[in-house]
């Protein structure tokens, strides 16, 4: 998902808008790709802190596709955050700029555990 991102930031800065979206609609498939992979939905019925661990890492992942999303449809990013009971603080507004500098998977952490 990191590559995603710098190849998402370094097409807006080219103001290479359409490429830009087509990085972001990769990533979203990327996160489907994941949760029905995964088979999120049966391992929560029989493994619940593996479900929990799966979700929580869809749930990040979700908040990466709503951030590069967001200049798109902003309505979708809205609902997004409403939908995980996020507030829009500083750091939504800061959060591509770190996940671009991240080192590391740091970015995975933006939703709390048990949230």
């Known amino acids: 998902m990191r ?11 080219a103001v290479k808008i359409k490429d830009g979206l087509k990085i972001a609609m990769t ?19 029989l493994d619940k802190p593996r479900g929990e661990t799966i979700y929580h890492v869809a749930a990040n992942f979700l908040v990466v596709v709503s951030v590069l999303l967001e200049p798109y449809m902003p309505s979708f990013s809205a609902k ?8 829009r603080t500083e750091r939504t507004h800061t959060f591509l700029k770190e996940i671009h500098e ?6 995975l952490n933006f939703i709390d555990s048990g949230h």
């Open 3 to 13: 590559q995603h991102v710098a190849d998402y930031v370094q097409k807006l800065e």
């Open 27 to 45: 990533a979203s498939s990327l996160v489907n790709n994941y949760i029905q992979n995964t088979e999120a939905f049966k391992i929560f019925k």
């Open 80 to 87: 997004v955050y409403h939908m995980l009971n996020i507030p």
């Open 102 to 107: 991240a080192s590391n998977e740091n970015y």
